[in-house]
């Protein structure tokens, strides 16, 4: 035996977690000098036009949060908002399956981008996510309600965009591991989401009718990821918005089931949208049903 063989240590150490909000903070002078510099390259009339828009995301953008009718009856019932750790831990609790397990399951082919992501920041699984909203239905892709938090509620909880969403934008190619360097100056605070928004669409905006900018900041599939702490309670939100065909369509179908007539699953399905009517009225908070 060689008992007094050397033991071998690797030196490589996991990256330090990054403060995703810290990093926000101090790309604020580059974020502006950024703008001014495509600004200058602009002619006179798309530099206004980048401007105008840029002024209207900062005053009239909020955070929105877009989720399926279950789970907007789930949020106004419950009074809280789970984050997918949250939802996790209640469910293992349910079904008897490990947090991780229930991840595993609900997250499917993105567990390992998802975890890797919230665990390469500070504070990462306490994240909300959410996208930039000035008038739209949102990314509608993850729901068609969508509630539009208030302004107010950012004096007192941390608040990030990115450019575009997290795992499809700044993973390392190949691996489940976050591109530190490149998110590390891509995030922007608050205060620069209209800065933000001008950069990304410098070069498509100028012509756009302004009509068409709430669709051209955050559709379906394309927007500027928000990211928060903190937990969120109904009474925060601003709004909820809902495009008003499918409004209508809920609506008429709940008057005609009065009636009856309806199957198991058309009368859950009233019940939730029951749920969610009478959870905003009991909250106060005014449904927009949105023309598309």
């Known amino acids: 035996m060689h008992a007094n063989l050397p033991v071998l240590i690797s030196s490589k150490q996991p ?11 101090g790309n604020a002078v580059s974020l502006r000098q950024r703008l001014d510099d495509a600004l200058v390259a602009l002619p006179q009339p798309d530099r206004d036009a980048l401007t105008a828009f840029r002024d209207h995301v900062q005053d009239q953008g909020r ?21 997918i750790y949250d939802f996790a831990a209640q469910q293992a ?9 229930v991840l595993r399951r609900k997250l499917g082919s993105w567990y390992d981008k998802r975890t890797a992501f919230d665990n390469a920041c500070h504070d990462g699984r306490h994240f909300r996510y959410g996208a930039l ?15 539009i ?71 379906s599939t394309e927007y500027i990821e928000a990211i928060f702490t903190g937990g969120l309670e109904p009474r925060e939100l601003e709004s909820m918005r809902v495009a008003k ?18 199957t198991d699953d058309e009368r859950n399905l009233m019940a939730l949208f029951g749920i969610v009517v009478k959870g905003l009225q009991r909250t106060g908070i005014p449904v927009e049903t949105i023309d598309v």
Not at 15 to 21: A, D, E, S, T, W
Not at 64 to 80: K, V, W, Y
Not at 182 to 191: E, K, L, N, R
Not at 253 to 258: G, P, Q, S, V
């Open 133 to 147: 909203n000035a008038g739209g239905l949102g990314a509608s892709y993850y729901g068609d309600w969508c509630a």
């Open 63 to 83: 955070v929105g949060l877009n989720m399926r009718m279950s789970t907007a009856a789930e949020f106004l019932a419950d009074s809280t908002h789970q984050n």
């Open 149 to 219: 938090v208030a302004e107010t509620k950012w004096t007192a909880c941390a608040l990030v965009y990115l450019e575009a969403d997290s795992l499809k934008t700044y993973m390392l190619p190949g691996v489940p591991a976050l591109d530190q360097a490149a998110i590390a100056t891509a995030a922007a605070p608050s205060a620069l989401k209209g800065t933000l928004a001008a950069l990304k669409h410098a070069v498509a905006l100028p012509g756009l009718p302004t009509n068409q900018w709430p669709q051209a900041l955050c559709s």
């Open 15 to 25: 990256p330090v977690p990054i403060n995703l909000f810290d990093a926000a903070r």
């Open 93 to 101: 609790k349910i079904t008897g399956h490990t947090e991780d397990e």
């Open 245 to 262: 065909k499918t409004y209508e369509v809920y609506a008429d179908f709940a008057y005609e089931f009065l009636a009856g007539g309806a």
